[in-house]
């Protein structure tokens, strides 16, 4: 059997695992979109007078009410995605009361006003605190793989920074995004936490409804789409796209924890994850062992639905199963070696893909070049480390690189030099699970950053209130006379650090608001 058996070109419409039909999600008109966006702008206006810690309260009520029903929300997702209910459990679900706490602490490190210094010499009588104003209305623009917790990155600093937000989930995994968008609505009210369910075209109407600003998670070419039009429209963006991760194994490493994390890391989620393993820089000489133990790994990791337990679910949808054929193709027309895996199982019915080695790659590959999200990892045997930092650097993308060696020091000298945004030792793609890390990339990953106190300016603008308590006018004020310039001069040594110039410039300063004073008075004759 094959996929023809069952037509999964509807997006969204069936399980990828099984074939099986899924319940039917009714598309918001493009023109009802803008006014969805109102009804969050009035809710939004009252989430912004609340204060961070009722805001933490009621997000953190929102965790809660998630995780009550867990179980609910793991079989939608897996329905949606193919991936079993312990996986899904276990890598989207769990977390989301942890990540709000932690989320919250980031928060109330960024939000609070700051003091500016100002010298009362230079400025007398001044001073200044700069707040954080919430953005307003946030579009939250989200893909198909971790359709659950992709959302609540940027859902947790968005409303605690007093905003309202508008998900737009994945055509493929609609009913997730919406599920969400309740639970939080029965805990804050509504308006607060939207959805707007369609295809691109819905998406590319959200950003024209009138929304102060966008995250985006997806495709290269649709976040330089989202990332143009929100630079014409002025609206701050945070665009985070895809990834061709590097891991480089030193023949140092250890051997047990390291051929157990390239499989972690390679096949976490079926390779559809920005941060995947896709090639692997190996030092020649333990490559042979290394390797072989590797795709026995990947021979032993299973795939659901076959199996009670599994480790990997299927590919989401046909486009992302032909692309990783036309990869692994493409590597052995040009002579890779096929260690494990290319082919597909779940006998035709889902889209299940058998884990996929593929030894002696070369830069020429597709399957080294672009982005495969799917479960194939490209070795390719390099002479020592300098090699492997050069080659892993050359490419498009920049999101995670890891070095794996028991020689830490070496490891973090290797790490600072890879052009990523996450450079891990001895781990991959770890921190994207956590809220106090920034996820971030170079080149072709995009400029966004998610999670952390780092992405707000996203979610926030900043205001400054600045008070004036002087009675007389301000010395440098019109109308200029002969102090004017013994004035800058003393401002120029008072800057050079002149101890005697503050003193200088307070007589200064004294004589210029009296003949500020009189030439004002003047005006009353
Ligand atoms: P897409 O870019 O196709 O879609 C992403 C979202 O944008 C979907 O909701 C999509 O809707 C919507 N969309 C499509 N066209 C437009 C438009 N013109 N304007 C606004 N929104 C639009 O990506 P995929 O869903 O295929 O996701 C896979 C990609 O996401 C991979 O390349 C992967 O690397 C990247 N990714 C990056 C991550 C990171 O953190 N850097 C994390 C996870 C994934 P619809 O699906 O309904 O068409």
């Not at 998670?217 to 989202?226: D, I, L, M, N, P």
């Not at 559809?272 to 790994?297: H, M």
Request: net charge negative.
């Amino acid at each position: 059997m094959n996929t023809e058996t069952i037509d999964h070109s509807r997006p969204g419409a069936r399980s990828p695992a099984t074939g099986e039909a899924l319940s039917e999600v009714d598309t918001t008109p493009v023109e009802a979109i803008a006014g969805i966006v109102e009804e969050a702008r009035e809710a939004q206006a009252d989430w912004a007078k609340a204060s961070l810690g009722l805001r933490s309260r009621m997000l953190l009520e929102a965790a809660e009410a998630v995780l009550e029903r867990s179980e609910e929300i793991a079989e939608i997702i897996s329905q949606e995605t193919g991936k079993s209910v312990p996986e899904v459990l276990l890598n989207e679900v769990s977390g989301i009361n942890e990540y709000a706490k932690v989320a919250i602490k980031e928060a109330e490190a960024t939000l609070g006003p700051a003091k500016v210094s100002i010298s009362r010499v230079a400025y007398p009588g001044k001073k200044a605190v700069v707040e954080s104003v919430p953005r307003g209305v946030v579009g939250i623009i989200a893909p198909w793989n971790y359709p659950f917790s992709i959302f609540f990155k940027p859902l947790f600093p968005a409303l605690l920074a007093g905003n309202a937000v508008v998900l737009k989930p994945s055509e493929f995994t609609p009913r997730t995004g919406a599920w969400l968008a309740e639970r939080f609505t029965e805990v804050l009210g509504d308006g607060l936490v939207s959805v707007v369910q369609g295809g691109g075209d819905v998406g590319a109407a959200l950003l024209e409804s009138g929304i102060d600003a966008v995250t985006f998670t997806g495709s290269v070419a649709t976040g330089r789409k989202v990332a143009a039009r929100a630079g014409e429209l002025l609206i701050p963006h945070s665009v985070e796209l895809g990834g061709k991760d590097a891991a480089i194994v030193l023949a140092d490493c250890n051997f047990e924890r390291t051929l157990a994390g390239i499989t972690q890391w390679a096949l976490h989620n079926c390779g559809q994850n920005c941060g995947a393993i896709e090639r692997l820089y190996i030092e020649e000489s333990i490559a042979d062992d290394f390797v072989s133990r590797l795709a026995a790994l990947f021979e032993k990791v299973r795939v659901a639905p076959e199996f009670e337990y599994c480790e990997i679910g299927p590919l989401q949808n046909p486009a992302q199963l032909e692309t990783v054929e036309r990869h692994i193709d493409d590597a052995l027309k040009k002579g890779a070696e096929l260690l494990a895996g290319g082919d597909r199982c779940n006998g035709g019915q889902g889209l299940g893909f058998r884990p996929t080695l593929l030894d002696h790659c070369t830069d020429e590959m597709d399957v080294v070049r672009e982005e495969t999200f799917g479960p194939v990892i490209a070795v390719l045997r390099v002479e020592d480390e300098e090699e492997a930092i050069r080659r892993a650097n050359a490419s498009n993308y920049g999101l995670n690189g890891s070095v794996w060696t028991t020689d830490l020091t070496r490891g973090k000298a290797i790490a600072r030099r890879l052009d990523v945004g996450v450079a891990l030792v001895n781990n991959h793609a770890i921190p994207g699970s956590m809220a106090n890390i920034p996820w971030t990339g170079t080149g072709d990953t995009g400029t966004g950053i998610a999670a952390s106190r780092y992405s707000y300016p996203t979610f926030i603008r900043h205001q400054t209130i600045f008070v004036d308590s002087s009675r007389g006018p301000d010395p440098w004020w019109f109308p200029f006379n002969e102090d004017t310039r013994e004035l800058s001069e003393t401002l120029i040594e008072f800057s050079l650090g002149s101890v005697f110039s503050a003193i200088k410039l307070a007589g200064i300063a004294k004589r210029r608001v009296k003949a500020i004073r009189e030439w004002v008075s003047e005006s009353g004759n």
